[in-house]
Structure formats: structure tokens, C-alpha cells
């Protein structure tokens, strides 16, 4: 997948893209990298030139592909087994390409040497058809155990399916196999979970909620209130800064997203948003009263001017760490058993603002857009 970044002027005006791809890797298995810059689209609003850009981007991707798959060795491909395919390429290249996060990375690695572990590491990537999937998905429902030796639930089954999907996709794409043998599956031959019930909160409750808050630390107050106001994620409120709020217009930068990472000293990690997108809410001058009053609090409590990237939710002993993803969800819990309140989720919380923001009149692609989803559906 292409990616790009913005070359700017002298004056910090960006007048193009540079973008690079990986095609793989040599003998030596070194990433085979093409670069190229593509002019900055003209007249466009910053939506549509980030769309525009993306476009001339997978353009440009697929025909340094086209090009490069012409002098490959198609025998090659068809010799390589499952595991070089997964452990050299999809790996390397695809899970570990710095677009995902730590976390993922991890689930992915599980899911994979699980994969591995049943087809064995001899089995050639081209000999996967559709049977052997179909048999792989019985196996998981019938034979596979968890550590502690129970059956593996719907969800486990599907995240195994969706993972060896994803690596066959992947070999499609890439040309090592003609196509990809899952898609032969019957629909009732795919594993399948039922769907998790959407709970948010109705208007009644959502007032009650904010009356209770009314007598809790401003802190958690401001947090809750996002939650539910304008929808962000718990990892998006966390990963909140003082720099990303424009007092002036009433405005929030939501750009980054904070998620565990066992396997860091921090045991947690900084990047993008769940979509990758940066975008812009804006608030009500309640709201913007009560962070300008958190503002105010944390710099007596720091005896310092706070920073642009200071944390807006940070922890108690530093201005410049993020509040640890799982906080906001322990202190929910401990609040809504004092408060006699029906159990709730931070992420309830979210799907609560898309709620109300629709029963409210808002438009469903508006409320798309405040919540940072990827698509209306």
C-alpha cells in the first residue's frame, strides 16, 4: 500500500507528495522501494486533495506493480510455501509496514502461528484451495482448544478465517496465487459470530448521566462529556493535547489514538486514528469553558505553562504522558455502581453521541464525520 507525505516550502506551504511503495524484497531481503512526487492537487478543499492524492497514488502503485511483476519469475512464486510466503512477505511487508499498531501486530502474530501450526511449515502457499479452508474452518470449530482447553468461541473462529483471508488477499494481490480460495466459500460455509448489540444511552439517561458528573472531579468530567458530546473514541481522548484545541473557533484537531501495548516499557503506544484520518470537531462554549478551567487546574499543579503537546488527560505525575487506555474504562465502572447506573462502556459512550446527534435532527453523513467513521454504514 502506497504512502505518501507533504514537501513543503520555505514557508511551510506544501506544494507536493512524496510517495513510496515496497514491492517486495531482494535475495538479500532488503525492501524493493519505488518513490515518486506528485504535484499538490490545486482548488480542492483538504478532503477532496487527500482523496485526489490517494488516487493518483494507488494509480501510480498499480503501474510501478504492472511493471514490476513483468520481470519476476512466476515459477518462483508458485514454489514458495505458506510459511516464507507468511514469516518474508505478508509479515514483513504488510503487518509490520508501520501502519498498524502494536497490538495488532501482536493478535496478527497469535493468529498466524496458529494458522501455521495446522497447515505445517512444508505446505506450499499455490496448494491452498478452497477444501483446505473449508477444512481448516472445521477443525477450529470442532478441534481447536484455547490453552485452558475449551472449544474456541465464534468470534475466535472468524478472527482465524478473516486472518488466513486476509494472507491469501494479500497473495492475490501480490501475484503469488491466482486468486483467492476463500472467495469460493458458500456464505453459509464462512464462519460467522452474531453481532454484539450497539447499547447506547437514551436522552433521559444521557441527562441523568451528565447530572451525576456535575459532582465529580472536573477531570473526569471534561472526558466523559466528549465521550458523549462529540463521540471520540476512549484511545482519541487520550491521546488529546492541549495544541490540538482552537479556542477561537471552538474547534478539536482529533489526530491521535493511544492503545495498549503490553510489549513496550510504556506499556502503551501513540499513533494515528483508528482510520488513519485526522479531522476536525467542534464543541459547545460550555465545553470549552470546562477545558479552559482543566487548563487552568493542571498548570497550578504543575506550576508551569502547559505545552502544546501536553496531554489534555494525562497522568498525575506528568503533563506529557497520556492517561493509560484502561483508566477511563475502571473509573466508568467504579462510577456507574456509585451512582446506581446501568452498566456502561466508554465506547457506549460514542455510539450514545451518534444516537443523540441523529434523534437530534443531524444528518447521517454529518454524523460520519463528527464520529470518524470510515464509511455511512
Known amino acids: 500500500m502506497a504512502t505518501y507525505r507533504p514537501n513543503t516550502n520555505k514557508q511551510g506551504e506544501v506544494i507536493s507528495y512524496r510517495v513510496k511503495i515496497c514491492l517486495g524484497r531482494d535475495d538479500k531481503n532488503k525492501q524493493i522501494q519505488r518513490t515518486t512526487t506528485i504535484p499538490r492537487p490545486e482548488g480542492l478543499t483538504p478532503a ?13 502503485e498499480r503501474e510501478q506493480r504492472a511493471e514490476f511483476e513483468k520481470t519476476q519469475s512466476k515459477e518462483d512464486k508458485k514454489r514458495i510455501t505458506l510459511a516464507d510466503f507468511i514469516n518474508k512477505h505478508w509479515f514483513s511487508d504488510h503487518v509490520e509496514d508501520g501502519g498498524h499498531t502494536p497490538s495488532t501486530v501482536s493478535f496478527y502474530r497469535i493468529m498466524s502461528a496458529d494458522i501455521l501450526a495446522y497447515f505445517g511449515n512444508r505446505k506450499r502457499l499455490a496448494q491452498i484451495d478452497a477444501e483446505a ?12 482448544r484455547t490453552q485452558s482447553g475449551e472449544p474456541y468461541s465464534p468470534a475466535t473462529v472468524q478472527h482465524h478465517f478473516n486472518t488466513l483471508r486476509s494472507i ?3 497473495a492475490r494481490r501480490f501475484r503469488y496465487v491466482d486468486y483467492n480460495p ?35 472531579p472536573l477531570f473526569w468530567r471534561c472526558y466523559f462529556l466528549l465521550l458523549l458530546k462529540i463521540g471520540l473514541r476512549r484511545g482519541e481522548a487520550n491521546g488529546l493535547q492541549w495544541g490540538d484545541i482552537d479556542t477561537e473557533k471552538r474547534a478539536i484537531t482529533i489526530q491521535r489514538n493511544v492503545t495498549v501495548d503490553r510489549n513496550s516499557p510504556s506499556k502503551f503506544h501513540i499513533g494515528k486514528t483508528k482510520t488513519g484520518e485526522i ?41 506529557y504522558v497520556p492517561l493509560y487506555p484502561t483508566s477511563a474504562t475502571a ?16 465506547h457506549d459512550l460514542r455510539h450514545s453521541a451518534a444516537s443523540l446527534a441523529i434523534e437530534a435532527g443531524a444528518d447521517l453523513k454529518d454524523v460520519q464525520e463528527l464520529m470518524g467513521h470510515s464509511d455511512i454504514g
Do not use: G
Not at 197 to 212: G, I, M, N, Y
Open 48 to 60: 477532496k486533495e487527500r482523496k485526489e492524492v490517494e488516487r493518483l497514488a494507488d494509480q501510480w
Open 133 to 144: 479452508v473449508k477444512r481448516y474452518i472445521k477443525f477450529l470449530n470442532t478441534e481447536a
Open 168 to 170: 491469501l488477499e494479500y
Open 182 to 216: 476463500c472467495s469460493d466459500l458458500a456464505p453459509k460455509e464462512k464462519p460467522k459470530r452474531e453481532k454484539k448489540k450497539v447499547d447506547f444511552l437514551t436522552p433521559e439517561e444521557a441527562r441523568q448521566f451528565e447530572k451525576d458528573l456535575e459532582r465529580e
Open 279 to 319: 479531522r476536525t470537531v467542534y464543541i459547545t462554549p460550555r465545553i470549552l469553558a470546562l477545558l479552559e478551567e482543566l487548563k487552568r487546574e493542571q498548570q497550578e499543579r504543575y506550576s508551569a505553562i502547559l505545552l502544546p503537546s501536553s496531554f489534555v488527560f494525562c497522568r498525575t505525575d506528568s503533563p
Open 331 to 346: 473509573w466508568l465502572d467504579e462510577f456507574t455502581n456509585r451512582v446506581h447506573m446501568r452498566k456502561i462502556s466508554p
